[in-house]
């Protein structure tokens, strides 16, 4: 795949649009993710995972929102200066990881900034009849993104507070508050635990429960398959 346009949605966003054949590829749903090779970084070739922001079958095109994190992995280090013509090669395969259910109404999206294009593309599958309140931590203001959704859209930026500390208190205000058919939650990895042992506590059902870990602070390439289950 080559890399077709470069943009920046936010100071700390990277877009990029990557061409290629994508003729096998699985429509993908809702927060799926794919893994991403990058040839040439400054650690030499590495495979990260990232959600599929865009798909164009027709065109081949895959739009992926790149975190200039601070962890300044290589993967963010590549996203911090690529430019149009560069390669990148994508695992072809991705899943989603969230339907809109039916027979639910009421959806609890959260998240921090790694979570923000997945929860996007959550948004943008929901039917007209559903309500959504996303709870976003970002570092600051700037980080805000407006999402497009054909459903009512509620949201709430949580400040960075360092240790998660900030998110989890809002989400837990929102579920007691209102009671959601569906909850979903991607953040750092201890964070993310921490939100699903509060939700477990105030009685939200697992099956209303999708929580995953994104990353991990100090570990690369966290596992793309966390998602919580040994708190249950
Ligand atoms: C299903 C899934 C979908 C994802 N989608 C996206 C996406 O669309 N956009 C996106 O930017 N990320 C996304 N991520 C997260 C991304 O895979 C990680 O941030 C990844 O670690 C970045 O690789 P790296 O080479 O920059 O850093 P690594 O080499 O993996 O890690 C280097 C250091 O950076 C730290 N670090 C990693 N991520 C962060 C972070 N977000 N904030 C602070 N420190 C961090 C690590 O703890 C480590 O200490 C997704 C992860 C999963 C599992």
């Not at 966003?13 to 993908?28: S, Y």
């Not at 203001?141 to 949201?155: C, I, K, L, M, N």
């Not at 009685?203 to 991990?216: A, E, H, I, N």
Request: hydrophobic content about 40%.
């Amino acid at each position: 795949m080559v890399v077709v346009e470069v943009g920046s949605p936010t100071p700390r966003t990277v877009r990029v649009v990557v061409q290629g054949d994508l003729a096998d590829w699985p429509e993908p749903g809702a927060a799926a993710h794919t893994k991403v090779f990058l040839p040439d970084t400054p650690s030499g070739p590495v495979m990260r995972t990232y959600t599929v922001r865009h798909f164009h079958r027709a065109e081949g095109l895959v739009t992926i929102d790149f975190l200039l994190n601070p962890g300044l992995g290589p993967a963010t280090q590549w996203a911090a200066r690529v430019v149009p013509g560069m390669r990148m090669e994508l695992g072809g395969r991705s899943r989603s990881a969230f339907s809109p259910d039916p027979d639910a109404g009421r959806y609890l999206f959260a998240g921090d900034e790694s979570a923000l294009p997945a929860i996007a593309t959550c948004l943008e599958s929901l039917p007209a009849s559903a309500h959504a309140c996303v709870i976003a931590e970002i570092p600051d203001e700037a980080e805000a993104q407006s999402f497009t959704s054909p459903a009512t859209v509620t949201g709430q930026w949580v400040l960075l507070d360092g240790d998660g500390s900030a998110l989890k208190g809002e989400v837990i205000a929102a579920a007691r508050a209102e009671r959601y058919d569906r909850i979903w939650v991607a953040c750092e990895a201890a964070t993310m635990r921490a939100i699903r042992r509060a939700l477990l506590d105030e009685g939200v059902p697992t099956d209303r429960l999708t929580t995953r870990g994104y990353w991990k602070r100090g570990e690369s390439d966290h596992s793309d398959h966390d998602t919580g289950a040994d708190v249950s």
